[in-house]
C-alpha cells in the first residue's frame, strides 16, 4: 500500500503534571531526516522520538515538536540552587566589567535553562506519559500519510487506465498506418513518373516496416504498467521503485515517438508522455 511522505499530527493531552503538546509534521526527502524540538527538561526522551521514527518511517523530512506547560499549582517550583547560583556569580563578573551595569533580572535567572526543575520524583512518570502521547502521535501522523497515499495510488491508476487506453487505441492501427505509409511513397513516384525496381522498393519498404514497428514498444509499457500496479499494493517503502519505473515508462513513449510514421502515433506518444510526467510528479510524494 503507498504512503504518502507528506502529513501532519498534532495531540494534546493535561495531567497531574501540566499540559504536554506533541505536533509532527512530514514533506518527501530522499531519507529520512528527523528534527526534534525539545523542552530542556525532557531532552532524554531524544533517542526514544528518533528510534520510534525509524521504526515507523522509511523517508521523508519530519519535524517533531513537543511543548510541555508544566502545572505550577498542582506543584511547587523547584529551583536548582547550584546551577543558579553559578549564573549569578557569572553575571557578577560581567558586571564588575562594566561601568553602569544593570541589575540581575530574577526572572531572566529562572529562564535560564536547567535553572527551573521537575520534581525528581514525578520525573520518570512525566518521561512515561510523554513517550505514551508520542506513540499516539505517531500512529495519527503514520494514519494521514496512509490517507494521502492511497489518494495519490488512485491518481496513478487512473493515469494508467488511460496509458493503456492509448496503447489499445494505437495497436490496431499500425497495419493501417504502414499501409497508408506504402501508398504515399506509391504516390510520389507516380507524381514524379518514376518506375521504381520493384523488388528494391519491396525491400525498402520492409526496412521502413522494421523500423517503424512499435508493437514491442507498446508491448513493454502494458508489461511496466502491470509491475507498477504490482509495486503499489506492496507494503513498505516503494517510491523509488515507482521512481525507476517512471523512467522506463518514459523511455518507450520517447521510442515510440521517434519511431512515428504517422500523425495519430506521434499524437498518441505526447498523450502518453503527458500522462507518464503526471505520475512522475506524484511519485515524487511516496514513499
Known sequence: MAHSMTGFARIEQASSFGTLSWE???????????????????????PAVRDGLRNTLSRGKVEVTLRFTPNHQASGIQIDRQRAQALISAAEQVSSLLASPAAI?????????GVMIADATDQEALVAEALSLYQQALKQLGEARAREGAALAALLEERLAS????????????????????????????????????QRLEQ???ILAQKSDVAEELDRLCTHIDEVRRVLKQKGAIGRRLDFLMQELNREANTLGSK????????AAVNIKVLIEQMREQVQNIE
Open 105 to 113: 533580572d530574577p526572572l531572566a535567572v529562572l529562564n535560564w535553562p
Open 260 to 267: 512515428a510514421i504517422d500523425p495519430r502515433s506521434t499524437q
Open 204 to 206: 525498402e519498404l520492409v
Open 24 to 46: 509532527l509534521r512530514s514533506v518527501n526527502q530522499r531519507y529520512l531526516e528527523p528534527y526534534l524540538r525539545l523542552p530542556d527538561n525532557l531532552r532524554e526522551l531524544e
Open 163 to 198: 496509458i493503456l487506453d492509448e496503447v489499445s487505441t494505437l495497436r490496431p492501427l499500425l497495419p493501417e498506418m504502414l499501409a497508408a505509409q506504402k501508398q504515399r511513397i506509391l504516390d510520389r513516384c507516380a507524381e514524379l513518373q518514376l518506375e521504381p525496381d520493384t
